[in-house]
């Protein structure tokens, strides 16, 4: 069984900055792909960021709306993979998901998820 914890959600000021972590019950590498993607009331879950293992390069794909204020990391040795957010506005209010695909079987593996919030 896979499991994906998230962690370090909350309410924040805009301007600010959250940092999340999503650990994994297996190692990282076992996974094909590992993604941090987030869900606003009412709105469609979409992708904020992608790290595919199948990339020799270990590209990191970002959405616009993110780019140049989100960092996705991993570390190998804790098995996990966190979300720096800067810079934070009203519109990046959302639950925040943690996804991985696995090399074994090709499913994707999500986890329970963790809310952004950020007011004044």
């Known amino acids: 069984q896979v499991e994906l914890v998230e962690s370090g959600g909350g309410l924040v000021q805009p301007g600010g900055s959250l940092r999340l972590s999503c650990a994994a019950s297996r190692r990282i590498l076992s996974f094909k792909a590992m993604g941090w993607y987030r869900q606003a009331p009412g709105k469609q879950r979409e992708l904020v960021a992608m790290i595919n293992s199948e990339d020799s390069e270990n590209t990191i794909n970002y959405a616009d709306s993110v780019k140049g204020r989100f960092t996705m990391s991993r570390d190998r040795t804790k098995n996990t993979v966190a979300l720096q957010m800067n810079s934070l506005k009203f519109e990046d209010t959302a639950t925040y998901y943690c996804?991985?695909?696995?090399?074994?079987?090709?499913?994707?593996?999500w986890g329970q998820g963790t809310q952004v919030t950020i007011s004044s």
């Open positions: 996804s991985g695909m696995a090399w074994i079987d090709g499913n994707d593996y």
